[in-house]
């Protein structure tokens, strides 16, 4: 299909079938915010649990942290945030509009105006105040990444967890930045959820271990299905180094409109331990006591945004084909990341099928999100899980009621098979692999 049609498709199919809603719609929306609906919170869920699944559960190297959103001042400051975290902002002084100074080329993408004010520095970070006094004392700010409060408590991981480097601390949690440009549906919002691990090794070991990230990265993209065609490594040219970085390569995703960042995987050498050790006073550092040897450890940072990844996946996930004789709609997505493993239908909603039907929903339940489904003809049914990606339907009907058997459908082929009742479960793990 056209690369131009594909996102009105897929933003058209998340309303349509529960995945997004703008947020507060009946208000007329508030820009740039997002609800997840009862299709989309389960794969946003599933998305972050494959990601903690890689990071986490599957390594010995790594530990977990769920820090506070709201934390001391003193942090950002420390971090840089306060001084560097800014955006080139222009006003347009013709229709008005506000722009990033670096996205637009010296034209007001709204009106082609070229008749721009000079560029001033706007701050990302949201502000707000603690406590029942609204002044000086009490400013806070959202954070803007997950980040800090990994290195903030990067003592407390090491005498607690009792981790030598190289190791990592992994983190999955809400980041707000008041984008001046916030667009393209999900890809750049204010509110957003970030997963982001930070890896300390010793020094000489950051440029072996950021090639590491840098493959190991990109690959659970593709092992979640998303093409390599669609996908790149891209090192970043060295007037777009962060002030921390010594490298930085984003994992970019070819959208309808262009390639865009899915995650960066950046060398933050010691810059963050050293400067909130300056500025707490306390030593952020490892102590090997076989070699005796005291050092502040390199940091590498994969962060990835967890909405991103899962509009990369619906985007990558979308097709249109045609089974007898009928056009359907199809999100081939891997069977992880599909907000329902298994659906189960009853042929019809005959007072005789309906406890077979919720005996075996029952029996997969403890295994797999499943839906259960018994409105509508079951071609509509099929049609209806083929386009929220669900991998496989179970459709008890009467010879279930003589036999035993029920019917497994696969969703990208189609193709049926008939198993015992009996045999479901371990059927279904056969087919998902899990």
């Not at 990302?124 to 800090?148: C, I």
């Not at 290195?151 to 991981?157: A, I, L, M, S, Y």
């Not at 992994?170 to 440009?181: C, H, M, P, W």
Request: hydrophobic share 35%; with cysteine; glycine share 6%.
């Amino acid at each position: 299909m056209p690369v131009e049609d594909l996102m009105d498709k897929v933003v058209n199919l998340c309303k349509r079938r529960g995945f997004v809603f703008p947020s507060a719609e009946i208000y007329g929306g508030f820009r740039s915010t997002y609800d997840y609906g009862p299709v989309g919170v389960l794969m946003l869920r599933n998305v972050k649990d494959a990601w903690w699944r890689a990071m986490v559960q599957q390594r010995e190297d790594i530990v977990g942290l769920d820090s506070s959103i709201l934390t001391s001042p003193k942090v950002w400051e420390a971090s840089g945030h306060l001084a560097n975290f800014t955006d080139p902002l222009v006003d347009c002084r013709n229709c008005k509009e506000r722009w990033r100074e670096d996205q637009i080329d010296g034209v007001c993408p709204n009106c082609g105006s070229t008749d721009l004010t000079a560029a001033r520095a706007f701050n990302l970070m949201f502000k707000t105040t603690v406590g029942p006094v609204e002044d000086e004392g009490s400013v806070a700010y959202l954070r803007p990444e997950t980040a800090q409060g990994i290195f903030v408590n990067f003592g407390n991981v090491l005498a607690t967890s009792r981790r030598k480097p190289p190791f990592g601390i992994a983190q999955i949690g809400k980041s707000f930045r008041n984008e001046i440009t916030p667009g393209n549906f999900v890809f750049r919002t204010r509110e957003f959820e970030q997963m982001e691990m930070e890896y300390f090794v010793p020094p000489p070991d950051g440029p072996k271990w950021f090639e590491y990230w840098c493959a190991e990265r990109l690959g659970w993209y593709e092992k979640l299905g998303i093409p390599t065609n669609l996908l790149r490594l891209r090192n970043h040219d060295p007037d777009e180094l962060s002030h921390y970085s010594a490298g930085t390569a984003d994992v970019e995703f070819q959208f309808p409109w262009g390639w865009g960042e899915l995650e960066g995987i950046a060398q933050r050498t010691d810059y963050d331990l050293r400067q909130h050790a300056e500025h707490s006073g306390q030593r952020l550092e490892y102590f090997d006591q076989a070699s005796g040897e005291r050092y502040v450890p390199y940091v590498i940072e994969p962060a990835a945004g967890a909405t991103r990844a899962m509009m990369s996946f619906l985007l990558a996930a979308y097709d249109e084909d045609v089974v007898a004789g009928e056009s359907r709609t199809v999100l081939r997505l891997h069977p992880r990341l599909a907000p329902y493993q298994v659906a189960v239908l009853p042929l019809s909603r005959k007072d005789t099928l309906i406890p077979v039907a919720k005996d075996v929903l029952h029996r997969l339940q403890p295994h797999y999100l499943c839906e259960y489904d018994e409105t509508q003809a079951i071609g509509r049914r099929y049609r209806r899980q083929d386009e929220i990606g669900t991998p496989l339907a179970v459709t008890v009907d009467f010879d279930t009621l003589e036999d035993q058997q029920v019917t497994v459908r696969e969703r990208d082929s189609t193709e049926q098979v008939r198993v015992p009742i009996e045999e479901v479960l371990p059927t279904i793990r056969a087919k998902l692999g899990f």
